[in-house]
């Protein structure tokens, strides 16, 4: 049946290409990659803002200022601001940081860097945490799936998506290199030092360079507390958190080159070392400072894409990565170890969308992907003999996807696709998506946006073949999504009069329902590097999203910004009513979280800025086990942060001064427990651009 459909969808389109291949009336269409001469400062970049009103589902977006002026370190910071997602972090700088995206597991987030999907060796988790804002333009988290069929295969598969747009270069007539430097200190020894370097080779030929390290010995104070299910005091000590230093380096190198209105190539290459401490859980009064990790992530990935007639866009994308982990441990306390794992990646995807008419687009996507993981034991006498000493897996990955937009006016707006998984001798999967969204009144930014998705994940390496660290008897899992959300935005902007007045508002709220089978949960097995790995069975997810931003353009060039988001969500385990635990909150899941993002801006009339912004995170009560009982129980836990900046100069020179308390009030948290967080902490940053 699968072979069947597949078959008939690919003459359909050719069939259909062949005709669209013979219209005489062409619809000519600018990417949005397009090189721009547009100014080279942040604020001043437009990317989606026309493409937001046009996506059936909206995503959640944070770009240019708005992107420079969170309290934000790596990505994984700036992703804490974004409603429906809970971001699990074991602390510091160095701490390992994940994402879940509406309690589907980290699984079912994909992350993609310039367009091609992030992968990692360890648990098949991407640790967001080595990503820097320095060079990142835009983020975007999309619920579902990107709101356009012109994607990869691959990109069809995900129960969400994240996209991170690492800095372009922008350059005005004349132009044609830019410097930029950046210097970022703080407490517990932070040192981090960014220069980067844009160059334009050629009218539509350019060049990136950016390098970034990043120090910090990971001593910060934290006080260690647990209160008995009586009521009294097991224990209650302030200590300084040791082994989590981080020592990395960042370097980055892209070549772009548009060569017409339609058709552009970029490189990019990419390379991260770091060594650092896993400081690992504290219990029983027991400080764990034994287990080591060095990191070092390679690769290469190329992008192509062309439009032919004006109805046919072609997209290729490659890339080669080469990961190394090294994690060794002779702590005592711990049993002993020191492996080694590599792992390689090939990775191929070709996708065409064809226009058959103005109001409807097809697409067709095949993806190709080859993993080979390989892991040594270096000890000289392995504590567990039963398995060898070296192990190697492979997989071959294929991805089949074909898809449909209609787009009737301002009106209606629809898409569906259907995507076939096979990985290895495994029966193919097949997995389809709707997606819908009703503008009423076309003069009016309201809108009604509704989807259903299957997507099916494969048990990772680390999943099922080690034995230490996973569960080689773990089984598939599906997720169906279901979410209808409303969306609104009205804005008045003083463009004639900048003294004005004016106002954006943007607000939307979604009720999602999920089911889960044979969910996958992974959580620390008393090692941070080593995992537990189970099938919950059934999961039910329930849950409200919503959020609001709000900008008040005020006279003398004030500007208010104002940033909300609220979730509420209820996973429960209903697997077995035998278990003591159906009907649970799963762990980790917070029934209330969220987020507010105050912001004052403003600018003289010579282009100075000065900023002040205000955030405020919480994240409800929850349970770090199975069981939702008083030994298992989470407290909440919310912080308060606060920023100033400057930013002014002479053109083309701009310096920038930034000073961020973190954590103002000292709160004392764990996002998982016994992992305490930083209390009270500080950074400055000094900037120059040329």
Known sequence: MTRRLILIVSLALSVCALYAATQTDTVVSVPKDTFSTSDFHLDEVEVTARVLEKDVIRPQVLKGAELQRMNALSVADALRYFSGIQIKDYGGVGGIKTINVRSMGSQHTAVYYNGVQLGNAQNGQVDLGRFSLDNMEEIQLYNGQKSDIFQSAREFGSAGNVYLTTRKPYFKDGEKVHVHGKMRFGSFALANPNVGVDVRLTDGLSLTIDAEYVYSNGKYPFRYRRVLPNG????????VRQNGDVNALRTELGLHHYYNTTGFWRVHVYNYWS????????????????????????????????????????????????????????????????????????????????????????????????????????????????????????????????????NIKEYLRMQASVLMTAVDNNRPRVTPGMFVSLRPYPKIDLSINAFYKQSFRYPTFNDLYYTDLGNAS???????????????????????????????????????????????????????????????????????????????????????????????????????????????????????????????????????????????????????????TVYNYVQPWYTHDLSIYGEWGIAPVWLKANIEINNLLGQDYEVIRNYPMPKQNVRCTLAVRY
């Open 232 to 239: 009294e005091t097991a224990y209650d000590t302030t200590a």
């Open 275 to 406: 060594e650092r401490g896993i400081p690992g859980a504290i219990v029983n009064n027991v400080w764990r400072n034994g287990e080591r990790l060095a990191d070092r992530n390679t690769f290469v990935q190329a992008q192509w894409q062309d439009e032919w007639f004006g109805r046919w866009s072609t997209r290729v994308l490659a890339k080669y990565a080469n990961d190394y982990t090294h994690y060794w441990n002779y702590d005592e306390r711990l049993l002993p170890s020191n492996n080694e794992y590599v792992q390689q990646e090939a990775y191929l995807s070709l996708a065409n969308k064809v226009q058959l008419f103005r109001f409807w687009d097809v697409s067709l996507a095949y993806d190709y992907q080859y993993n080979a993981l390989a892991r040594e034991n270096l000890l000289e006498e392995p504590i567990n003999k039963e398995y060898s000493t070296k192990e190697h897996f492979s997989r071959h990955s294929h991805w089949l996807s074909a898809a449909t937009a209609f």
């Open 474 to 628: 773990l089984r598939p899992e599906l997720a169906r999504q279901h979410s209808v959300e409303m969306a609104y935005k009205v804005s008045r902007k003083p463009f004639q009069r900048p003294n004005g007045f004016g106002y954006e508002i943007a607000a939307s709220g979604s009720y999602y329902y999920n089911r889960v089978t044979d969910k996958i949960i992974a959580y620390p097995k008393g090692q941070q590097f080593r995992w537990t790995m189970l099938n919950l069975g059934t999961v039910k997810i329930n849950g409200v999203d919503a959020k609001a931003d709000v900008s008040l353009y005020l006279p003398l060039r004030f500007v208010v910004r104002t940033r909300l988001n609220y979730t509420y969500q209820k996973a429960i385990d209903v697997t077995n009513p035998s278990d003591t635990y159906y009907g649970h909150q799963i762990p980790y899941i917070p029934w209330h979280s969220g987020s507010v993002v105050v912001g004052l801006d403003w600018q003289s009339r010579r282009g100075d800025h000065y900023g002040l912004n205000y955030s405020f995170i919480y994240v409800g009560e929850r349970y770090g086990q199975q069981e939702n």
